[in-house]
T-cell receptor, first 114, second 116 residues
Framework: DTEVTQTPKHLVMGMTNKKSLKCEQH?????MYWYKQKAKKPPELMFV???????INESVPSRFSPECPNSSLLNLHLHALQPEDSALYLC?????????????FGPGTRLTVT | AQTVTQSQPEMSVQEAETVTLSCTYD???????LFWYKQPPSRQMILVIR??????QNATENRFSVNFQKAAKSFSLKISDSQLGDTAMYFC?????????????FGKGTHLIIQP
């Protein structure tokens, strides 16, 4: 099983809402990532978890709050977002944080902030 | 910090033709990894091919091959016998071997269109 799943596929939320994105993998990978991708742009790294600990936060605003409940799950909690936060949010995982292991991407959650 | 440059925003070729996508990068590292990822329209990103910088041999995966020129910091992707299903955004990506950023540094992408 080389699949990374993400739910929901689509999400529309107002600027005062609180919502969460979910990501799951069952490949035994120990590194998981959140990326943000705007239309016709490359993905931009937001967070890296390694062995369930936050490893890198690329200076992401605090309205985005990641959580890694266990080695298979990754959540992204959203609160008080802005319209410019509308984007495709991609989750990825790799065997380990170190080295050149392939990152497997999920299909993404398309977020619209109204 | 590393940078990855893809100088072709869009390319269009006929089915069965061979096409080469260019990628250059800038790094002070000696050991690193390079990737080509494919993102079809409304579908998820998948790995096309991977190259380790310390390996001189160019990576090959079926119809996909790379021309890795370490001294020139160039990493181009050649697609042979192109198929309609190859239509996608192609991203060149860089990852160092450790100690630095652990995500992927992506180029801006090349939109490849295969015409029937």
């Amino acid at each position: 099983d080389t699949e990374v799943t993400q739910t929901p596929k689509h999400l529309v939320m107002g600027m005062t809402n609180k919502k969460s994105l979910k990501c799951e993998q069952h490949m035994g990978h120990r590194a998981m990532y959140w990326y943000k991708q705007k239309a016709k742009k490359p993905p931009e790294l937001m967070f890296v978890y390694s062995y369930e600990k936050l490893s890198i936060n690329e200076s992401v605003p605090s309205r985005f709050s990641p959580e890694c409940p266990n080695s298979s799950l990754l959540n992204l909690h959203l609160h008080a977002l802005q319209p410019e936060d509308s984007a495709l949010y991609l989750c990825a995982s790799s065997q380990d944080r170190w080295g050149g292991y392939e990152q497997y991407f999920g299909p993404g959650t398309r977020l619209t902030v109204t | 910090a590393q940078t990855v440059t893809q100088s072709q925003p869009e390319m269009s070729v006929q089915e069965a033709e061979t096409v080469t996508l260019s990628c250059t990068y800038d790094t002070s590292e000696n050991n690193y990894y390079l990737f080509w990822y494919k993102q079809p329209p409304s579908r998820q990103m998948i790995l096309v091919i991977r190259q380790e910088a310390y390996k001189q041999q160019n990576a090959t995966e079926n119809r996909f091959s790379v021309n890795f020129q370490k001294a020139a910091k160039s990493f181009s992707l050649k697609i042979s016998d192109s198929q309609l299903g190859d239509t996608a955004m192609y991203f060149c990506a860089f990852r160092d071997s450790g100690g630095g950023a652990d995500g992927l540094t992506f180029g801006k992408g090349t939109h490849l269109i295969i015409q029937p």
